[in-house]
């Protein structure tokens, strides 16, 4: 079953019709399983890295639903340089848009984001991660999207953000940010395995698909509002490399 045909059976946002773009517009929410609700402002993480960022170059790869949206966020953050749409979980011969999308492969959607950290910080990183590009309250979905490639995790590049993000998922449980515990998980010593090159730069290159325009383009005007002195209104498009 080639893509076209399959993603509507994936996407289930996707067979909605007619009036689906009237309804992005009226706002039915900004991310996939919170219709409604504006992105919650968190608190900036506690617990940052603790030696000073000398770094030019760092990586981050965070697993939040479908990676059309967790990319087109993170391509509109000031200080990434690149975000790349993969799958992390896995072994190398299930990492593949036909054997992630049965469920069974162990991989997650995920997105790697290539970031400056003397610009923005891995604990900034992972305060958008947590209040617009997904929903990390959700056990294996985001929204129309089921099944454990749907899954929140964050795939640490080092143990230092190992440590970074276990103290920040602790400090946000304990303010009671969200109705529900986070279930992010963390999952170390994971390859990336970057996706087929149809799905890069999918919100950018498909605004007025249903799906999109009604889970994932309400998340680039939170991303504005939350944090307009980090917002990049140009994207980082992995076309452009």
């Not at 609700?37 to 639903?65: K, M, Q, R, W, Y």
């Not at 072994?91 to 492969?105: F, L, P």
């Not at 249903?210 to 309400?218: K, Q, R, T």
Request: aromatic share 8%; hydrophobic share 40%; proline share 7%.
């Amino acid at each position: 079953m080639d893509h076209v045909t399959k993603t509507p059976m994936r996407r289930r946002g996707l067979l909605l019709a007619g009036g689906a773009l009237a309804l992005a517009a009226a706002g039915t929410g900004w991310a996939a399983g919170r219709s409604g609700a504006a992105a919650p402002v968190l608190p900036d993480p506690a617990l940052e890295n603790s030696a000073p960022a000398t770094a030019v170059s760092e990586t981050a790869v965070l697993a939040g639903g479908c990676f059309w949206g967790v990319q087109g966020v993170f391509q509109h953050l000031e200080g990434v340089s690149a975000a790349i749409s993969g799958y992390a979980g896995g072994e190398a011969d299930t990492a593949n848009y036909r054997r992630v999308s049965g469920g069974a492969s162990g991989h997650a959607e995920v997105v790697r984001v290539t970031f400056d950290p003397r610009v923005v910080s891995f604990g900034r990183i992972l305060q958008v991660f947590f209040s617009v590009a997904h929903d990390p309250t959700q056990l294996n979905r985001q929204g129309p999207d089921v099944g454990t490639q749907y899954r929140s995790a964050i795939f640490p590049q080092s143990p230092e953000q190992a440590r970074v993000a276990r103290a920040y998922i602790a400090q946000l449980n304990a303010a009671r940010i969200f109705d529900a515990a986070i279930v992010t998980r963390l999952e170390a010593d994971r390859p990336f395995y970057p996706a087929e090159d149809y799905h890069q730069d999918y919100m950018t290159r498909n605004p007025t698909q249903p799906y999109i325009a009604i889970h994932d383009l309400p998340k680039i005007g939170e991303l504005r509002r939350v944090f307009p002195d980090r917002f990049r209104a140009a994207p980082i498009l992995v076309s452009a490399r």
